[in-house]
């Protein structure tokens, strides 16, 4: 297994295990207790900014879940086979604990773009538009934003090969995909993709 590889492996597994502990706070009834949405009603145009569907919740509990999720297994690498544990970065657990921090906020705020667009071409939180460019462009950046502001910013704090950028980039946008189903599933979200 290349170091590009496991790098990739260790990036989607932790991104994965924030992304469910996502799922379970934003299913929890606690979390509406910060339903407050992040651009707090402010307009841009004469249209929201990002919309109901962006909430200060989805803020919480993804980069604090990602911290933990790269510390963790960083913590634990020596208990991996040598071709995974090899491909990880030589930091300390603390480090990957604020690597993982940045990459769970960049994940959230990678996705505000693509809000703001579909919000200034009049298309509803939840929705995408029903054809043409406009369609094709939004649905291809509901699945690639999060992963693509994810490995920029790890690229910024880490290096990242360019063999793990593609894989995560071929990887990641599926993982994203299975969770924003999880999300429509316990009614989080009003589009399964």
Request: net charge positive; glycine share 10%; hydrophobic share 55%.
């Amino acid at each position: 297994m290349s170091g590009s590889f496991a790098l990739a492996v260790y990036i989607l597994v932790a991104m994965g295990v924030a992304g469910a502990v996502h799922v379970l706070w934003l299913n929890w009834a606690r979390s509406d207790l910060l339903l407050a949405p992040v651009d707090f009603g402010a307009r841009f145009r004469g249209r929201r900014v990002f919309g109901d569907n962006k909430r200060l919740r989805g803020f919480i509990a993804l980069p604090l879940a990602a911290a933990c999720a790269f510390a963790v297994i960083a913590e634990y690498r020596h208990f991996f086979p040598a071709p995974l544990a090899n491909g990880l970065w030589p930091l300390s657990t603390l480090q990957y604990a604020g690597i993982g921090f940045a990459a769970g906020f960049a994940f959230v705020l990678a996705e505000l773009p693509n809000s703001f667009l579909k919000r200034q071409l009049g298309v509803a939180p939840g929705k995408v538009p029903e054809q043409g460019w406009q369609r094709v462009l939004c649905l291809l950046l509901d699945r690639v934003d999060s992963t693509l502001g994810v490995l920029i910013v790890l690229s910024l704090l880490a290096p990242v090969p360019a063999m793990t950028w593609l894989w995560v980039m071929l990887i990641g946008p599926g993982m994203h995909a299975f969770f924003s189903a999880m999300l429509h599933r316990i009614g989080v979200k009003e589009r399964s993709l």
